[in-house]
């Protein structure tokens, strides 16, 4: 006689992307079995939505992926231009060679 057993239950991948962008929007880390940390080049954070485009547009040409978030800070909210996520420390180093040569500050942040 056979004896029964449940199928193994696997993580969603579903799943995981969402808590991974989750922890994006929250700027909090999550590890997830794909690789732990990540990283992303912080740009800048400005009060002016058109220096914070202007910051984008550099970054576009210099073919870094990038996105902003809204940080409210004690002077008021502040968009935060961000190049990433990367998967390694190194290439997150090389993203922010790369930005000081569009002559933009670059601070490595781990998620």
Sequence with gaps: ???DSAPEKKPQPKAE?????QALL????VDTAGGGLRYVVQVGA???REKARQAQ???????????TNVAETKNGPRI??????FASRAEADRAAEKIKG?????????L
């Excluded at 569009?102 to 781990?110: N, Q």
């Design 1 to 3: 006689m056979k004896a």
């Design 80 to 85: 935060r231009v961000r190049a990433g996520p």
């Design 17 to 21: 992307e969402t808590a991974r962008s």
């Design 57 to 67: 547009q550099k970054l576009d040409r210099a073919g870094l992926k990038n996105y």
């Design 102 to 110: 569009l002559a933009l500050p670059a601070a490595i942040l781990s």
């Design 26 to 29: 929250e700027n909090t880390s």
């Design 46 to 48: 400005f009060a002016e």
